[in-house]
């Protein structure tokens, strides 16, 4: 009996790259992708290569070299780092690979982290490269040594393409062998294919277009796409990655008798689909995000011309938009088949009652950290650039400064800088103070900082530097001097980075030094030109994992006068007595001691062991 294990979907996908014989695993953090690198990285025994990247351009890339010299790779990034990737991957699909690689791509449906919930799909149909679609934490792990496999066979990258759900969800997992085999790297030079040159781009083109029929052959038939055709069912059901999960579970519920076609590839299989078409009077498509499948089945009913009535998104009623569930599913299959919602599942009574059962949950809405060094920069730059000042900012744990007045755009990776130069170019009279996180200067800001320098933009940018990539769960960067697994490597100095760009004004302050990082601010708004301030301060989270311990500040009520200048910091260690009228810490204090420096009545003091 094979062993089963209880693991995080990411935990199961890079068990599947182990048992696959992945060989270079590349990837840069985004939620909800993050752990699969994590997870490799952090395996005592290793025989293959893993790395975090600089960003997902680059991941792609050192993957398609691998892949090229003849290994086993794997690029990993959340559904937005793509668009960064894109460049190299519609051209990687006319070179196809030598060995194997596999491109895992977490989409966002519902936008549980991310600024948008595009559909990886897509980038499929537009690359012409296969997709895989996982249903389960089991069939991520399978599927992942399936993709290794038939990247291989076909000499083509795959994209894999798990959700937030299958991510982040939790489910036994069995386990199966590990592949031993190790191809060595040998790349063997090949002008036609390799050197995207016009003329081979005119050769691989079509290569790429015939190719097609046979990707279609190997997924048609493949496990991940099943067809249950049920006697005397007029109604036909297909379903989508997780979604097929939620549609036969209410279709089950609602004891609705409908044949199931369950998808898990792209492109889609189209027999099975026909098949499914010539059973059935009405086809109801279940899929996350956009009306892929739908659209599809919807030009194969017409090249066959098929009657079948087919319900989806694009004319309602399943929703275009978020994600699904079972819920949605049933309400769907009761609105389309003209049924009565059965919300008692087979196993409690008529009379069990739900409300009951119901827990009515208070907001919480995301915040900074207590003691998060980022608060105290952003209090200094509202209050040295005015609060008419433009604030482009980025994406990040800073990105929550939207709190504090200090977040006026938020649209990409890097993008606060550049966004920051296009309003000075175009004219904006209002002072332009832009934030970036160190992770993410090191991702895209860098460029954005040298078109600035180069194009005399005249603005601030803050680089909130917090030694860590934060957000997604704390993973090493260049200016760490550590490498995913924890070897020692270069430290990129921000600073000599900035100086070496052509920046003429760069000053790095202490974040919690209110003072001097306020007399630097001040001179960085009078510098003509581009201004670069670097406000450092160890993460509060990081620095508690590494030992690291501050005397917590209490606050003396007979001192506090109840001004609330502590509170308005939006420090959730910082409370207030609508009562008393007075102000207090509570536990979560880390010892900052930003709100000390702020109180003009010395009623908050550093509690003395």
Not at 521 to 545: P, W
Request: proline share 5%; charged share 25%; hydrophobic share 35%.
């Amino acid at each position: 009996m094979r062993k089963r294990e209880y693991m995080l979907g990411n935990v199961a996908i890079a068990r599947g790259i182990v048992e696959g014989g992945g060989q270079v695993i590349s990837g840069y953090p985004g939620t909800p992708s993050s752990e699969i690198i994590g997870t490799l990285a952090g395996m005592k025994e290793r025989d293959f290569y893993v790395e975090w990247s600089v960003n997902e351009k680059v991941a792609l890339e050192v993957a398609a070299g691998a892949a090229m010299a003849g290994v086993r790779s794997v690029a990993t990034m959340k559904h937005v780092g793509l668009n960064v990737a894109a460049d190299p991957l519609m051209t990687l699909a006319y070179t196809g690979v030598k060995g194997s690689m596999v491109i895992i791509v977490a989409d966002d449906p519902s936008c549980h982290s991310s600024q948008n919930e595009q559909d990886t799909r897509r980038y499929s149909q537009f690359s012409l490269i296969p997709c895989l679609d996982p249903s389960t934490p089991q069939e991520a792990k399978d599927m992942m040594v399936y993709a290794l496999e038939i990247s291989g066979k076909l000499q083509m990258p795959v994209i894999f393409r798990p959700t937030t759900r299958i991510s982040h969800g939790k489910s036994d997992v069995e386990l199966g062998p590990v592949n031993e085999d190790r191809p060595e790297a040998g790349f063997q030079k090949d002008l036609e294919r390799w050197v995207m040159v016009p003329k081979n781009a005119r050769i691989q083109h079509p290569r790429l277009l015939e190719l097609q029929k046979d990707i279609l052959g190997e997924l048609e038939d493949s496990p991940w796409n099943e067809l249950d055709l049920r006697e005397d069912a007029k109604t036909g059901v297909i379903a989508s990655g997780i979604a097929s999960v939620y549609a036969e579970e209410a279709i089950i519920k609602q004891g609705i008798n409908a044949s199931f076609l369950k998808i898990g590839t792209y492109p889609l299989p189209d027999k099975k689909i026909r098949t499914l078409m010539e059973n059935s009077d009405r086809i109801i498509i279940f899929e996350e995000m956009e009306p892929v499948v739908e659209e599809q089945v919807r030009i194969i009913a017409q090249e066959t011309g098929s009657c079948v009535e087919i319900v989806g998104k694009m004319q309602g009623p399943v929703p275009r938009i978020f994600e699904l569930n079972t819920d949605i599913c049933a309400d769907v299959l009761a609105e389309v088949l003209g049924l009565e919602r059965s919300d008692v599942p087979a196993d409690v009574g008529e009379d069990f009652d739900y409300d009951a059962c119901r827990i009515e949950l208070p907001m919480r809405p995301p915040v900074m950290c207590p003691g998060c060094s980022h608060r105290s920069t952003f209090h200094v730059m509202k209050k040295v650039y005015g609060k008419d000042a433009i604030f482009p900012s980025d994406i990040g744990c800073y990105t929550l400064g939207i709190q504090s007045g200090t977040v006026d755009t938020t649209l990409c990776m890097g993008g606060s800088i550049t966004v920051a130069s296009g309003m000075y170019q175009a004219g904006e009279k209002k002072p332009i103070c832009c934030s970036i996180g160190d992770s993410t200067f090191f991702h895209t800001g860098m460029n954005g900082l040298l078109n600035a320098i180069y194009n005399k933009a005249d603005i601030t940018v803050t680089i909130v530097d917090n030694r860590t990539t934060a957000m997604t769960g704390h993973q090493p960067n260049p200016g760490m001097g550590k490498t995913a697994t924890g070897e020692e490597t270069t430290e990129v100095d921000l600073e000599e980075l900035c100086k070496g760009m052509g920046a003429g004004f760069v000053e790095t302050v202490d974040s919690y030094d209110l003072e001097k990082t306020e007399e630097v601010f001040k001179r960085a708004k009078d510098y003509k030109g581009t201004s670069v301030v670097i406000t450092e301060q160890l993460c509060v989270i990081d620095a508690k994992r590494a030992g690291i311990r501050k005397n917590p500040f209490i606050i003396n009520t007979e001192e506090c006068v109840g001004c609330r200048i502590c509170v308005n910091l939006g420090c959730p260690a910082i409370e207030f007595d609508t009562e008393s009228k007075k102000a207090s810490i509570n536990s979560m204090c880390t010892g900052c001691g930003v709100c000390a420096r702020l109180c003009k009545f010395n009623a908050i003091t550093e509690v003395k062991k």
